[in-house]
């Protein structure tokens, strides 16, 4: 079981940064793939970054690759997304999520999930 609360989320205008966290809690969490979701309004949500077990293998969604930075530190429970050059398109709710099988990818089931923290870009 892994319970995970994200922060970070708030205002910026285009093309400013953003840092968002993720505190997890559970022992299986050192174990687990993570990752971050967004959903915008009327739309489904997209996958944006994942991380797997160690952090050492990343995936990223091709819209924010060169811009987000996904990052993990198993010894602090945390999981960080660092946005650079923020576009409005990047305006949503971001939700931090973890995994079982420890790989990270984008096609496994993400069983956990956080309640999500709103991003909004002002253009």
């Known amino acids: 079981q892994v319970q995970l609360v994200e922060s970070g989320g708030g205002l910026v205008q285009a093309g400013g940064s953003l840092r968002l966290s993720c505190a997890a809690s559970g022992r299986t969490f050192s174990s687990s793939g993570v990752g971050w979701f967004r959903q915008s309004p009327g739309k489904e949500r997209e996958f944006v970054a994942g991380?797997?077990?160690?952090?050492?293998?990343?995936y990223y969604a091709d819209s924010v690759e060169g811009r987000f930075t996904a990052s993990r530190d198993n010894a602090k429970n945390t999981v960080d997304l660092q946005m650079n050059s923020l576009k409005p398109e990047d305006t949503a709710v971001y939700y931090c999520v973890a995994e079982t099988s420890g790989w990270g990818a984008p096609q496994v089931m993400w069983n956990y999930w956080g309640q999500g923290t709103q991003v909004t870009v002002s253009s």
């Open positions: 991380l797997n077990w160690s952090g050492a293998v990343t």
